[in-house]
Nanobody, 122 residues
């Protein structure tokens, strides 16, 4: 059974930080690219960041560039999203996802987690 489980969401004030984690189990995700997406209330889900299987290449949405950092754990089956200088507009449910190659397109991802809520108060 393939499973992606996110953790680390919560409530934070604007300007604060949160670190999201995603743990993959059920198969070897060490050779998979992983990404983070988010969906704010009333909006479509959007790309946030992605990282290659090796961790050697990353890509970010313009809205989070310079504030968020995606990284992989040593075992490569985990991925984290360090979020700094958070803004109220970052409020959303954050999802991690996995696919063979790095992509910004959510329709290309094969596996998805259930999501974790991030709320940034002003």
């Amino acid at each position: 059974q393939v499973q992606l489980v996110e953790s680390g969401g919560g409530l934070v004030q604007a300007g604060g930080s949160l670190r999201l984690s995603c743990a993959a189990s059920g198969r070897t995700f060490s050779s998979y690219a992983m990404g983070w997406f988010r969906q704010a209330p009333g909006k479509e889900r959007e790309f946030v960041a992605a990282i290659t299987w090796s961790g050697g290449s990353t890509v970010y949405a313009d809205s989070v560039k310079g504030r968020f950092t995606i990284s992989r754990g040593n075992a490569k089956n985990t991925v984290s999203l360090q979020m700094n200088s958070l803004k109220p507009e970052d409020t959303a449910v954050y999802y991690c996802a996995a696919r063979r190659y790095i992509s910004q397109r959510q329709d290309e991802y094969d596996y998805w987690g259930q999501g974790t809520q991030v709320t940034v108060s002003s």
